[in-house]
Each structure stands twice: as structure tokens, then as C-alpha cells.
């Protein structure tokens, strides 16, 4: 069974239809743009739960 991942594909897709950056997005969460980057690289599933809440995704479908 393949392990989960972070699905940034997704992630930045939906920031770029929105017009906003991983700033905006780190400043939304309340943390640090470095946190945000870090989830995004490592495709950390710890990012899926505050970044779906901002994006108004659920945080399941930004797994892969």
C-alpha cells in the first residue's frame, strides 16, 4: 500500500485560481511561511487539516 501524501498539485492549483501565495496562505493559518513551505516540500499530511480550513477544502480530499 502506497503511503499518503499531501497532494500540493492540488494545494497550488487552488491558490493560484485564488490569487493568493503561500504567504497569504501562511499568514491566514497563523504561522510561519517557512512551516507552510516545509509541508508543501515534504508533502506533510500535518499541513492537510489548517491549509483545507483556510482553502474551504476538505482536508481528505487534498490527500493522494
Do not use: C, H
Not at 1 to 30: C, F, P, Y
Not at 45 to 53: E, F, H, Q, T, W
Request: hydrophobic share 40%.
Amino acid at each position: 500500500m502506497a503511503s499518503m501524501k499531501l497532494n500540493v498539485e492540488k494545494i497550488i492549483k487552488e491558490l493560484e485560481r485564488i490569487d493568493k501565495s503561500q504567504k497569504w496562505l501562511s499568514d491566514q493559518i497563523g504561522t510561519s511561511q517557512q512551516l507552510v513551505n516545509y509541508w508543501l516540500r515534504s508533502e506533510s499530511l500535518r499541513g492537510a487539516d489548517p491549509i483545507g480550513k483556510i482553502l474551504q477544502i476538505n482536508p481528505r480530499d487534498l490527500i493522494k
